[in-house]
T-cell receptor, first 113, second 111 residues
Framework: SQQGEEDPQALSIQEGENATMNCSYK?????LQWYRQNSGRGLVHLIL?????REKHSGRLRVTLDTSKKSSSLLITASRAADTASYFC?????????????FGGGTRLMVKP | NAGVMQNPRHLVRRRGQEARLRCSPMKGHSHVYWYRQLPEEGLKFMVY????????ESGMPKERFSAEFPKEGPSILRIQQVVRGDSAAYFCATQGGTEAFFGQGTRLTVV
């Protein structure tokens, strides 16, 4: 299986609830990033967490990283209908001179008003 | 990110035709990454180019696909003799440090 696998694949919640998405990866990493993709659009960078960090916050986003378990989670608090999108984790491996990113399959989040 | 420009946004080709996708990186950047996204999947790295050089093409299919980034003009991803399985969204990105900035993508449909 591939580097960077998200679960769940799809998540449907009510506005105001929290949404939690998880990502697992296989190789050693320099950093892990989360991106958002609205339907039919390009990806937008949300947040980056480095391999020596355990938790990071940005507005309503909270990211955790557990390098021992090779996993990360993205929490969106107090969700809004506008948060409806696909969310992808991406890793930048240690031995990657080209800095290309490896993406997971994504979590499709639907927030119902 | 508005700084990375891709065109066309949508491209329809019949089986056997050629598809040319263009990408201009953000101002001040002289490199591009091409990624492919199949329906309902994540992005897969294809190729990394700097001006006039292919740095890493480990994700490129062995046949029919090629990429270039000339000294002048945009980067071109070329797909020859397209097949239905080439239908996907193709994204171009540049990186500022570790963060990647993506274009809006070209959605290729092969009919």
């Amino acid at each position: 299986s591939q580097q960077g696998e998200e679960d769940p694949q799809a998540l449907s919640i009510q506005e105001g609830e929290n949404a939690t998405m998880n990502c697992s990866y296989k190789t050693s990493i320099n950093n892990l990033q989360w991106y958002r993709q609205n339907s039919g659009r390009g990806l937008v960078h949300l947040i980056l967490i480095r391999s020596n960090e355990r938790e990071k916050h940005s507005g309503r986003l909270r990211v955790t990283l557990d390098t021992s378990k090779k996993s990360s989670s993205l929490l969106i608090t107090a969700s809004r209908a506008a948060d409806t999108a696909s969310y992808f984790c991406a890793t930048g491996p240690v031995n990657n001179a080209g800095n290309m990113l490896t993406f997971g399959g994504g979590t499709r989040l639907m927030v119902k008003p | 990110n508005a700084g990375v420009m891709q065109n066309p946004r949508h491209l329809v080709r019949r089986r056997g035709q050629e598809a040319r996708l263009r990408c201009s990186p953000m101002k001040g950047h002289s490199h591009v990454y091409w990624y492919r996204q199949l329906p309902e999947e994540g992005l897969k790295f294809m190729v990394y180019l700097q001006k006039e050089n292919i740095i890493d093409e480990s994700g490129m299919p062995k046949e029919r696909f090629s990429a270039e980034f000339p000294k002048e003009g945009p980067s071109i991803l070329r797909i020859q003799q397209v097949v239905r399985g080439d239908s996907a969204a193709y994204f171009c990105a540049t990186q500022g440090g570790t963060e990647a900035f993506f274009g809006q993508g070209t959605r290729l449909t092969v009919v």
